[in-house]
């Protein structure tokens, strides 16, 4: 064989991972935030969007997403059971203990629901616009102005937690929201209510090497942190 084994070999060429859907909504963010912070964003067309909008509030972005409350199943009540029993001693053991344990499992259930968890409020209709987000659902909507919000995060690359006290009652409320507009929904509110953020101020809302994938797509990605 004529092959050198210690014959230099080419380097790896790093590729960069696959354009996906979810740059595409990264990118469109970083488009907004950047009219948003050069005072041109009134120059954009409104999305579509059938939530109403008050006078001068221009939507942004829109589509699925998904609600979810820190909230627990239950208060810890329970309904207990009482059995009187007839018959032989066999028998009537045997009830006690079958109404003891089912009251003990009907017990466990209502503490272990007691206990706060994200439950999942279900799908719905989100819009964005500058000053807030709406998700529209039958029973479990979100209006959630940037200026309401007490707190506000992005846990997950789609995903944004929110507190803020609820003005329908209820008290102090925390919910996210999951939808690909999750970055767009932290950047306008981080600008909005949030300017010190550490997300914001760091550029943690988006991925460390967004820019770099860009140019790699060809795709040109305006300076937004």
Do not use: K
């Amino acid at each position: 064989m004529d092959e050198n084994s210690y014959a230099e070999r080419p380097a790896d060429v790093w590729r960069p991972p696959a354009w996906t859907a979810v740059d595409d909504h990264l990118l469109y963010t970083c488009h907004v935030v950047h009219d948003l912070v050069n005072g041109r964003l009134s120059a954009r067309s409104p999305v579509p969007s059938t939530v109403r909008l008050a006078p001068g509030e221009l939507s942004l972005a829109a589509g699925p997403a998904t609600r979810y409350t820190w909230r627990a199943l239950g208060d810890g009540s329970y309904q207990q059971s009482s059995v009187v029993a007839f018959g032989g001693t066999g028998f009537v053991i045997g009830s006690m203990v079958g109404s003891a344990l089912g009251n003990a499992a009907r017990r466990n259930r209502a503490a272990a629901d007691a206990q706060p968890r994200w439950v999942c409020d279900g799908p719905g209709e989100l819009t964005v616009t500058e000053r807030r987000a709406y998700f529209g659902h039958p029973q479990s909507y979100l209006d959630l102005n940037w200026s309401g919000l007490a707190t506000m995060d992005l846990v997950g690359a789609d995903v944004l937690e929110c507190g803020f006290q609820n003005v329908d009652g209820g008290g102090f409320l925390t919910v996210r929201v999951q939808s690909p507009w999750a970055s767009l929904m932290f950047a306008l509110a981080a600008h909005s209510a949030f300017p010190a953020h550490p997300r914001l101020l760091g550029g943690g809302w988006l991925p460390p090497d967004f820019e770099a994938r860009c140019a790699a797509a060809g795709l040109a990605c305006p300076p937004v942190r």
